[in-house]
Structure formats: structure tokens, C-alpha cells
């Protein structure tokens, strides 16, 4: 298969953990003779740099144009220091967003029984959670009208959904729950927002189209206190916009780290894949930034394009580096030198030489090659 991916490093931390998944895709091309060309363009405080514009027309161009696009993480500092600031990195993914359509996206939470240890949560609280989080993407608060007073103490941001936004993500959720374990809950807060009770309304109404799913609906406060307590309750969750960003956030507690957590951005005709964490400038450069979000991204991209035994050859390679404690020390506390680049370097490998796994601990302690 012929594929040209759109690669945006974005800030931070973000070009040294996309580094690593298209690292991983380019030794799936080699091994199953694919053809994966990249094309890398601006985005965020990198393109306000250089560009002035978050979101440069040629990187939208080359977005459109692509078969795909790899993300990688978006925000400065020194613009949340600011909060008088016109143009901000993050407008740059919103308008991306919007532009490209990415309507629906879908976050999968999954406990590792290898790094059950690593949660604060206990064990037999997310022992083999695994859950499905359907964000609404391009409407919602994050789009809504916004207002500031001429006095500037006054500010609004509005919430507005309509029925075709709430019914095309809907759909997309009904169907992944039909194929796991036929559970859908429906996050809202219906009980104080007329946005919520429309987004239920819509839902209830269609329910009867998906009759061997279990449909329930749960307020966002308690959704939030249950997704701690007990995870393994959700199968797929289906929200609006600023509750299913806040939601994924929070199901990093269950997994481990952020670090783990991947995603995909879906439209009509276009598709985003990236990790959910920010750019964690303070921590760019150092190399000890997870790439496994992003390693994981790329296989979802995989998985877009019904590239299934390869995305598994991804995934076979993230559980091996987790098992053999191949990780950046916000999971590692066993080994001091697993930099983020030999985190790439070890699921690369595993690719090339999959039943070749060196399981020598001391060569993987002292940096050394993983392959016999």
C-alpha cells in the first residue's frame, strides 16, 4: 500500500515522540512492503515563530492533500503565561480541526497488566479495564461564540450542538459498542445544561436502531467520580467536546501515565492520529519523553487503513518494551538510561526481529543493542 502521511511534530516534547512513530512506520513499510511517504509541516508556537499564523495555509495544504496525518503535540509555556495573548498555539489544532472536519475522536483506555503497579488506583480497581471514549470534536464550548465585556470583567463562551453533529458521532459510537461488548453510556450533564438534554434527547431517539446495545446515560461530575472507582463498568463512552477532553485526561490515572494514551481525529475524508498528552515543554530535549502514545497513534493510522497485522506487529512490540521495562522513566524506575529515542529504537527492532527478542536485562541496562 502507497500512503503519504502528513507529519506535524508540533512543540515541545512533541517532535522527539513523533520521531519515534515514524521511526515504527517506516520498519512496518520495510517489512510488508509498503511505500510510506512524509511530508512534515508547521504547527502551534513552531509555526508562530516562524510564521506568525498557528495553522500556516501551506500546512492545511499539505494536510488536505495527505492520506493521513501524524500529530504530535501543541502548546508553550509562555503563551499560558499570558492570558492576554491573540494568538495562541492551541488555535492553531482547533482550526486544524475544524478545517479538516475531525468530528469524532476516539480514545481507547487500557489497563496493561504490566504496569497495573504503576496506577495509584488498586489493581482489582483496573485489572483488565478497557474502555472506549467517543469525543465529539469540531462543536461545543471550545467552538462556541465568545464575548468579552468592553470593560473586560465580563466573558462568555457558549456551548451549542445541533442534531446532525450529535446523530453523525452517535452513529460511529453505536457501532463500536455493537462490536465490543454492547454498551454505550452517554456523558452529559442534562440536568443544568439544555446542550446535554438535547445531546440525550437525540440519543434516546436513536437507541432503537441499535437494539442489542445497552444504552445509559451518566452525569459528567459522577462519570468522573465513577471512571476512579470503577472503570471496568464503561465499555464505550460517547460525550461532547470539553467533557470527553477532560475524561481522557483523568483515564491516564488508570493506565499508568499519559504517556500510554493515543488517539485518532476522524472526518469524512480526513484523519488525524496523535497522543493525547501536551507538549511538556519543560521536559523537550531531555529524553524522557513516552513516545508509546504516539508509537500507539501510528498503529491506529495502521488500523484506519485495515493494515491490521501490522498494527498488531506495533502493538506485540509496545507490550514487549513494557514487559522488559523498555521505558521512560515516568513508568521506569528499574533502569536510568531508557531514553525516549531507545524506547523507538527497541519496538523498531521487535519489528525487524520479531522472534529475536534479546531478554538479556543486563544489555538492555547498559544501552545496548536488544537483538541478538
Known sequence: MKLNIAVLPGDGIGPEVIAQAEKVLKAIAMEFNHVFTFQHALVGASAIEKTGNPLPEETIDICEKADAILFGAIGNAAFDLDPYAKIRPEQGLLRLRKSLGLYTNIRPVIAYEDLLNKSSLKKKQISNTNILIYRELTGGIYFGEK??????NTASDICEYTR???ERIAHLAFKAAQSRKRKLTLVDKANALESSRLWRRVVQEMAPQYPNVQLNFMYIDNAAMELILNPKQFDVILTENM?????SEEASVIVGSIGLLASASLGEKHAMFEPIHGAYSKAANKGVANP???ILAAAMLLDHFGLDDEAALIREGV????????TTP???TKYDNITTTKVGDFIEDFINNPDETNLNFTNIHLGQSTII
Open 164 to 166: 446532525f453533529e450529535i
Open 243 to 247: 467533557f470527553g477532553d477532560i475524561l
Open 147 to 152: 464575548k468579552l465585556s468592553d470593560d473586560g
Open 292 to 294: 508509546i502514545a504516539s
Open 319 to 326: 507490550d514487549k518494551s513494557l514487559k522488559l521495562h523498555i
Open 330 to 332: 515516568d513508568l521506569n
